[in-house]
């Protein structure tokens, strides 16, 4: 099992820009798919973008293309999530995930992860 924790979140005006990062402890992140989800009050916890075991297959939620970025770093066991052009539909608890999955796959639902960090929250005021 393999442990994570957010941190990077906080209050930024609409157009700003936020890093989140996701250090992973216990077991080597180069193992896992590694995604971030986020769930609004009141909402159900949505898919934000993976990036694959390779690191070079990226997939995001069309409301976020274009907006963010993922990255990994296996080496500092560390994986990233750049958010500029916020905006206040952002606003959120973001979390990053870990998967055991196959070198290229991509997983994309809140089941195929089996490890959670515990969140970081984001507010993006208008």
């Known amino acids: 099992q393999v442990q994570l924790v957010e941190s990077g979140g906080g209050l930024v005006q609409a157009g700003g820009s936020l890093r989140l990062s996701c250090a992973a402890s216990?077991?080597?992140?180069?193992?896992?798919?590694m995604g971030w989800f986020r769930q609004a009050p009141g909402k159900e916890r949505e898919f934000v973008g993976v990036?694959?075991?390779?690191?070079?297959?990226?997939h995001y939620t069309d409301s976020v293309k274009g907006r963010f970025t993922i990255s990994r770093d296996n080496a500092k066991n560390r994986v990233s999530l750049q958010m500029n052009s916020l905006k206040s539909e952002d606003t959120a608890i973001y979390y990053c995930?870990?998967?055991?999955?196959?070198?290229?796959?991509?997983?994309?639902?809140?089941?195929?992860?089996?490890?959670w960090g515990q969140g970081t929250q984001v507010t993006v005021s208008s």
């Open positions: 216990r077991r080597a992140l180069s193992d896992y798919a």
């Open positions: 990036i694959s075991r390779s690191g070079d297959i990226i």
């Open positions: 995930a870990a998967a055991s999955s196959a070198y290229f796959d991509t997983p994309r639902t809140v089941y195929e992860y089996s490890d």
